[in-house]
């Protein structure tokens, strides 16, 4: 088995789980090799409610490099103030079939310093 085979297989087994409501959205992270993507799902309406990644003109002026921890820090502070502001302070968290390690858990943490509750 391929690691894209093993990663979408974790992710479909994490998906079956974790649903996003509009009490508690869901929290799904994207990594890829070159950026890190952020969205607040409402799962039941099937809406994106807050957004952010990389590839955001505030964060790009900030980093200079979008693979690198430091930028998933800034991704997770900015995705936790635009979900407060917006009214939604907890989130189920899907690490989209990604080991809770380097990047994935840089956003995490910021996130949760920034008061967003997992």
Same mark, same amino acid.
Do not use: W
């Given at each position: 088995?391929? =690691?894209?085979?093993?990663?979408? +297989?974790?992710? +479909?087994?994490?998906?079956?789980?974790?649903?996003?409501?509009?009490?508690?959205?869901? %929290?799904?992270?994207?990594?890829? =090799?070159?950026?890190?993507?952020?969205?607040?799902?409402?799962?039941?309406?099937? =809406?994106?409610?807050?957004?952010?990644?990389?590839?955001? +003109?505030?964060?790009?002026?900030?980093?200079?490099?979008?693979?690198?921890?430091?930028?998933?820090?800034?991704?997770?502070?900015?995705?936790?103030?635009?979900?407060?502001?917006?009214?939604?302070?907890?989130? =189920?968290?899907?690490?989209?079939?990604?080991?809770?390690?380097?990047?994935? +858990?840089?956003?995490?943490?910021?996130?949760?310093?920034?008061? %967003?509750?997992?």
């Amino acid at each position: 088995m391929s =690691n894209k085979e093993s990663i979408n +297989k974790t992710r +479909k087994r994490i998906r079956n789980k974790i649903k996003g409501t509009s009490d508690c959205p869901r %929290l799904a992270v994207f990594r890829s =090799n070159s950026h890190i993507y952020a969205q607040i799902i409402d799962d039941v309406s099937g =809406n994106t409610l807050v957004s952010c990644s990389t590839l955001d +003109k505030e964060i790009k002026d900030m980093i200079s490099s979008s693979r690198n921890c430091e930028a998933s820090i800034f991704v997770g502070e900015i995705i936790a103030k635009r979900s407060i502001q917006n009214k939604i302070n907890s989130v =189920n968290f899907d690490r989209g079939g990604r080991v809770y390690h380097g990047r994935i +858990k840089a956003l995490a943490d910021a996130a949760r310093k920034e008061g %967003l509750k997992f």
